[in-house]
């Protein structure tokens, strides 16, 4: 077996906690594929005449599938593009405005679960009823990468033909975090990269009348947080250690240009510093900088639009 010869597919459940039959259709690029799989074993420590085990009894079963993503869009303006199933089962709405955009809003309520399966070089590796958490690194130079961590009801792992009819992979190039639109607080700070983190809180739904003890995965809560580390610079230019005391809060606006379609808008309402601390990047007097990413009507400190 191979191991680059892997592919991955996901779709959204129709009934939750139900696993769906995947298609070529439902593939999606992605790399640095982990399947993690758990059983829980149960000793029976029961005494005897020899000091030799007893057989364990298997009980409840989970998984998590982990990957990441290339940020791009579809290439088509107001078409979803193929990270947006994955965010909406991450906690993220989705709205669509035909040959516009799509806008990607946190959500506290409808939340799909998904199906999501590892082709293997002839061994399928399935969980479902998962969802998951999601965080976002832009680093300079290179392209921006989604990490997605889902936590699966229960899995199965088979043996299994590779996808063929209806495979179709997305063939935008990602855009490198380069000539970015970058400000936060409304100041334009030097910096080489941000880190995005949704932080979903992920627990599983007991269910002992299913085989793997599990309904579905939901999601719970969410701390969304920010780190950057931009170059220090005097505190008349711009004060980090101020805002910080203050409990300011300004916005975040960035950019990534590219054609229409392919044109990626991340924009956060309410950034709140957390912590700073003096940091050195080759010589160069730096901040290491962790937010916090608030409200302001709800459901909205992270925006993340395709155009």
Known sequence: MIVKRAQLAAKLEGTEGS????????????????????IEMHPRDNVSASLSNFSQVPGARKATMEFDVELKGSGTAGTEPALGKLLKACGFGETVVPVTSVTY????????SITIAMYDDGVV?????????????LEKGKHGLLHFVFTGADFSVTDGA??????????????????ATLTVDSY???????????????????????GSGHK????????PSLSIDPEMVLVATYDFYGKWRSGNQGALTLALTGAAGNICTVTAPKVQYTGVSPADHGGIASLAINCQLNRNAGDDELSIAFT
């Open 19 to 38: 696993a769906e039959t995947l298609a070529g259709v439902d593939a999606f690029l992605a790399m640095n594929i982990a399947f993690k799989p758990d």
């Open 105 to 112: 809003l946190p959500a506290s309520t409808g939340i799909s």
């Open 125 to 137: 590796n399935k969980i479902w009823g998962a969802r998951g958490t999601v965080s976002l690194k």
């Open 162 to 179: 590779m996808l063929s009819s209806g495979l179709a992979y997305e063939t935008t190039i990602p855009q490198p975090f380069l000539s």
């Open 188 to 210: 334009a700070a030097l910096l080489g990269s941000l880190d995005f983190n949704m932080q979903n809180e992920v627990s599983l739904r007991p269910d002992a009348n299913s």
């Open 216 to 223: 579905s995965a939901v999601i719970t809560g969410r701390r």
